[in-house]
Protein backbone atom coordinates (compact mmCIF):
# COMPACT_ATOMS: atom_id res chain seq x y z
CA UNK A 1 0.00 0.00 0.00
CA UNK A 2 0.92 3.72 -0.54
CA UNK A 3 0.39 6.79 0.89
CA UNK A 4 0.55 10.33 -0.52
CA UNK A 5 0.48 12.94 1.68
CA UNK A 6 1.11 16.69 1.35
CA UNK A 7 0.89 19.53 3.43
CA UNK A 8 2.36 22.27 4.99
CA UNK A 9 4.24 22.44 8.34
CA UNK A 10 1.65 20.33 10.46
CA UNK A 11 1.83 17.72 8.14
CA UNK A 12 5.74 18.59 7.53
CA UNK A 13 6.19 17.63 11.33
CA UNK A 14 7.91 21.42 12.06
CA UNK A 15 8.73 21.34 15.63
CA UNK A 16 9.59 17.60 15.96
CA UNK A 17 13.11 16.79 16.92
CA UNK A 18 12.92 14.23 13.95
CA UNK A 19 10.46 14.62 11.79
CA UNK A 20 10.34 12.14 9.16
CA UNK A 21 10.38 9.85 12.05
CA UNK A 22 8.06 10.63 14.36
CA UNK A 23 5.34 13.14 12.42
CA UNK A 24 2.13 10.85 12.00
CA UNK A 25 2.47 10.23 8.55
CA UNK A 26 4.72 7.90 9.19
CA UNK A 27 3.61 6.80 12.62
CA UNK A 28 0.46 6.35 10.19
CA UNK A 29 2.47 4.30 7.65
CA UNK A 30 4.83 2.25 10.31
CA UNK A 31 1.21 0.66 12.37
CA UNK A 32 -0.66 -0.48 8.79
CA UNK A 33 2.23 -1.12 6.71
CA UNK A 34 2.30 1.11 4.20
CA UNK A 35 4.60 3.52 2.18
CA UNK A 36 4.61 7.06 2.37
CA UNK A 37 5.48 9.35 0.31
CA UNK A 38 5.20 12.69 2.43
CA UNK A 39 6.23 15.82 0.35
CA UNK A 40 4.73 18.74 2.76
CA UNK A 41 6.64 21.90 3.06
CA UNK A 42 6.85 24.49 6.06
CA UNK A 43 4.94 27.49 4.49
CA UNK A 44 3.39 25.99 1.98
CA UNK A 45 0.59 27.36 0.04
CA UNK A 46 -2.97 26.04 -1.15
CA UNK A 47 -1.95 26.70 -4.69
CA UNK A 48 1.40 24.42 -4.30
CA UNK A 49 -0.18 21.57 -2.76
CA UNK A 50 -2.70 21.26 -5.88
CA UNK A 51 -0.32 22.01 -7.93
CA UNK A 52 1.95 19.09 -6.68
CA UNK A 53 -1.49 17.02 -6.94
CA UNK A 54 -2.41 17.90 -10.45
CA UNK A 55 0.95 18.38 -11.93
CA UNK A 56 3.89 16.92 -10.25
CA UNK A 57 2.17 13.72 -9.06
CA UNK A 58 0.03 10.71 -10.40
CA UNK A 59 -2.46 10.10 -7.75
CA UNK A 60 -3.38 6.80 -9.25
CA UNK A 61 0.15 5.32 -8.39
CA UNK A 62 -1.27 5.31 -4.72
CA UNK A 63 -4.17 3.98 -3.09
CA UNK A 64 -4.40 6.13 0.04
CA UNK A 65 -4.31 10.31 -0.45
CA UNK A 66 -3.97 12.08 2.84
CA UNK A 67 -3.57 15.66 1.90
CA UNK A 68 -3.62 19.25 4.37
CA UNK A 69 -4.90 22.52 3.23
CA UNK A 70 -3.02 25.58 5.01
CA UNK A 71 -4.22 29.06 6.12
CA UNK A 72 -6.11 30.71 2.99
CA UNK A 73 -3.83 33.78 2.58
CA UNK A 74 -0.56 31.43 1.69
CA UNK A 75 0.21 32.20 -2.00
CA UNK A 76 3.09 31.09 -4.19
CA UNK A 77 4.80 32.22 -7.53
CA UNK A 78 7.05 31.22 -9.98
CA UNK A 79 10.28 32.53 -9.68
CA UNK A 80 13.17 31.71 -12.42
CA UNK A 81 15.58 32.90 -10.37
CA UNK A 82 15.43 30.87 -7.62
CA UNK A 83 16.42 27.22 -8.85
CA UNK A 84 15.86 23.87 -8.32
CA UNK A 85 12.52 24.54 -7.23
CA UNK A 86 12.10 28.01 -8.57
CA UNK A 87 8.59 27.88 -6.96
CA UNK A 88 8.33 30.48 -3.76
CA UNK A 89 5.60 29.94 -1.11
CA UNK A 90 4.47 33.31 0.33
CA UNK A 91 1.85 34.74 3.35
CA UNK A 92 1.49 37.51 5.64
CA UNK A 93 4.47 36.38 7.92
CA UNK A 94 6.86 35.04 5.15
CA UNK A 95 7.84 37.48 2.46
CA UNK A 96 10.99 36.26 0.76
CA UNK A 97 11.70 39.38 -1.55
CA UNK A 98 10.16 42.39 -2.36
CA UNK A 99 8.53 43.18 1.09
CA UNK A 100 6.97 46.56 -0.35
CA UNK A 101 4.89 44.83 -3.04
CA UNK A 102 4.18 42.10 -0.64
CA UNK A 103 3.06 44.71 2.26
CA UNK A 104 1.22 46.68 -0.54
CA UNK A 105 -0.41 43.20 -1.78
CA UNK A 106 -1.36 41.88 1.83
CA UNK A 107 -3.08 45.47 3.09
CA UNK A 108 -5.00 46.47 0.06
CA UNK A 109 -5.36 43.94 -2.73
CA UNK A 110 -5.55 40.29 -0.46
CA UNK A 111 -9.33 40.31 1.17
CA UNK A 112 -10.70 37.63 3.39
CA UNK A 113 -13.48 36.63 0.40
CA UNK A 114 -10.54 35.87 -1.94
CA UNK A 115 -8.72 33.53 0.36
CA UNK A 116 -11.95 31.70 0.98
CA UNK A 117 -13.17 31.58 -2.19
CA UNK A 118 -9.54 30.05 -3.33
CA UNK A 119 -9.79 27.37 -0.78
CA UNK A 120 -13.02 26.48 -1.57
CA UNK A 121 -11.43 25.94 -5.36
CA UNK A 122 -8.33 24.09 -3.67
CA UNK A 123 -10.71 22.21 -1.57
CA UNK A 124 -13.18 20.95 -4.24
CA UNK A 125 -10.45 20.45 -6.78
CA UNK A 126 -8.96 18.16 -4.34
CA UNK A 127 -11.74 15.97 -3.77
CA UNK A 128 -13.09 15.52 -7.25
CA UNK A 129 -9.08 14.94 -8.68
CA UNK A 130 -9.00 11.91 -6.16
CA UNK A 131 -12.50 10.94 -6.54
CA UNK A 132 -12.14 10.55 -10.18
CA UNK A 133 -9.04 8.79 -10.06
CA UNK A 134 -10.61 6.15 -7.27
CA UNK A 135 -8.27 7.07 -4.60
CA UNK A 136 -9.57 7.40 -0.78
CA UNK A 137 -9.17 10.95 0.09
CA UNK A 138 -8.61 12.07 4.13
CA UNK A 139 -8.65 16.23 3.64
CA UNK A 140 -7.14 17.69 6.75
CA UNK A 141 -6.71 21.43 7.71
CA UNK A 142 -4.67 23.65 9.89
CA UNK A 143 -6.91 26.39 9.65
CA UNK A 144 -9.13 26.50 12.92
CA UNK A 145 -11.50 29.75 10.76
CA UNK A 146 -12.33 27.68 8.03
CA UNK A 147 -15.96 26.92 7.00
CA UNK A 148 -15.56 23.80 5.33
CA UNK A 149 -15.81 20.28 6.52
CA UNK A 150 -12.65 18.51 7.13
CA UNK A 151 -11.69 15.11 8.19
CA UNK A 152 -9.72 16.49 10.95
CA UNK A 153 -8.94 19.83 12.08
CA UNK A 154 -5.11 19.35 13.30
CA UNK A 155 -5.28 22.82 14.63
CA UNK A 156 -7.32 21.17 17.49
CA UNK A 157 -5.50 22.06 20.94
CA UNK A 158 -7.60 20.12 22.92
CA UNK A 159 -6.88 16.56 21.22
CA UNK A 160 -3.78 17.65 19.27
CA UNK A 161 -0.82 18.17 21.80
CA UNK A 162 1.14 21.54 20.81
CA UNK A 163 4.43 22.34 20.74
CA UNK A 164 6.02 25.87 21.41
CA UNK A 165 4.92 27.06 18.21
CA UNK A 166 1.71 25.82 17.83
CA UNK A 167 2.03 22.99 15.90
CA UNK A 168 1.11 19.41 16.95
CA UNK A 169 4.21 17.91 19.38
CA UNK A 170 5.03 14.22 19.41
CA UNK A 171 2.15 13.36 21.37
CA UNK A 172 -0.34 15.38 18.63
CA UNK A 173 1.26 13.55 15.55
CA UNK A 174 0.40 10.12 17.55
CA UNK A 175 -3.36 11.31 18.00
CA UNK A 176 -3.38 12.45 14.57
CA UNK A 177 -1.95 9.14 13.16
CA UNK A 178 -4.36 7.06 15.67
CA UNK A 179 -7.86 9.31 14.73
CA UNK A 180 -6.78 8.48 10.70
CA UNK A 181 -5.87 4.96 11.43
CA UNK A 182 -9.54 4.50 12.54
CA UNK A 183 -11.23 7.07 9.87
CA UNK A 184 -9.23 4.82 7.25
CA UNK A 185 -10.24 1.45 9.03
CA UNK A 186 -13.91 2.37 9.59
CA UNK A 187 -14.73 4.26 6.47
CA UNK A 188 -13.07 1.30 4.18
CA UNK A 189 -10.47 3.70 2.59
CA UNK A 190 -8.02 0.71 1.40
CA UNK A 191 -7.91 0.25 -2.24
CA UNK A 192 -9.14 -3.67 -3.16
Given at each position: ?????????????????????????????????????????????????????????????????????????????????????????????????????????????????????????????????????NVPLALLTCDDSTPLEYTLQLNNGKRYAKAKHRH?????????????????????????
Amino acid sequence: MKIYVDGCSYTYGQELKDPKKTRYSTLLGNKIGAEVYNIARCSASNARIVRNLLVENDITKYDLAIIQLSFPERLEYFDPQRPPDYWTNVSIHTQPTNKEFWNHYYKEIYQEQYGRTYEQIAYTTIKNHCKVNNVPLALLTCDDSTPLEYTLQLNNGKRYAKAKHRHPNELGHMRIALDLMFIIKTAKMFKN
